[in-house]
């Protein structure tokens, strides 16, 4: 049969801007959640994480939302560099489990 | 800290062979996970371990696979023996704290 790659959605923002990334999760009783950078040829970067006893958390340019009703998690980048530009992954875990990671959504800034 | 180190960074080998991949994670951490990935699934998890005891290997593809870690400080996984749809980068984290892990820069395997 046909072999079929993994097709991530893209964004593409203007160098500057704020970015969205959002994710859907699938476990209600995941009690944790994270948000991964990977570049070209490296590992997953730790961003940001959040509890789901949290519904916001900020970091450095990074904003996290959970939407635990709906099972939705967002990714805020503030003023976009192009050095944000990465695939985007969000995770979410269960205790001392591994991860489940998403699809990712690959981010591109345009200069 | 040098944060987890895996080696090789890339492996080119053919079919039947069998391949060893290591990992070293960060000192202190007593968790420890192997993942994949692939375009066709993204990144999976394989096993993990907890204070180098397995806590869940159904991640596991068959029993061509196996992971060991004889002491806090290093971890492998074998493939034995190896198949064109082993190929992938198969990336080691580890982590201290429950939410947050940190990866290897991977291996990339390439079966041929």
């Known amino acids: 049969g046909e072999s079929v790659g993994l097709h991530l959605p893209t964004l593409s923002v203007q160098e500057g801007d704020n970015s969205i990334i959002n994710c859907a999760y699938s476990?209600?009783?995941?009690?944790?959640f994270i948000w991964y950078k990977q570049e070209s040829g490296k590992g997953p970067q730790f961003i940001i994480d959040?509890?789901?006893?949290?519904d916001k958390r900020q970091g450095q340019r990074v904003t996290v939302l959970l939407n635990k009703t709906v099972k939705h998690l967002s990714l805020q980048i503030a003023a976009t560099q192009p050095g944000d530009s990465a695939v985007y992954f969000c995770?979410?875990?269960?205790?001392?489990?591994?991860?489940?990671f998403g699809k990712g959504t690959h981010l591109i800034i345009q200069p | 800290d040098a944060g987890v180190i895996q080696s090789p960074r890339h492996e080119v080998t053919e079919m039947g062979q069998e391949v060893t991949l290591r990992c070293k994670p960060i000192?202190?951490?007593?968790?420890l996970f192997w993942y994949r990935q692939t375009m066709m699934r993204g990144l999976e998890l394989l096993i993990y371990?907890?204070?180098?005891?397995?806590?869940?290997d159904s991640g596991m593809p068959e029993d061509r696979f196996s992971a060991k870690m004889p002491n806090a400080s290093f971890s492998t996984l074998k493939i034995q023996p190896s198949e064109p749809r082993d190929s992938a980068v198969y990336f080691c984290?580890?982590?201290?704290?429950?939410?947050?892990?940190?990866f290897g820069p991977g291996t990339r395997l390439t079966v041929l």
């Open positions: 984290a580890s982590s201290l704290r429950l939410n947050e892990q940190f």
């Open positions: 476990n209600s009783a995941s009690d944790y």
């Open positions: 959040i509890r789901s006893n949290m």
């Open positions: 995770a979410e875990g269960v205790g001392a489990d591994g991860l489940t």
């Open positions: 000192s202190g951490h007593n968790s």
């Open positions: 371990f907890n204070n180098n005891v397995p806590i869940d």
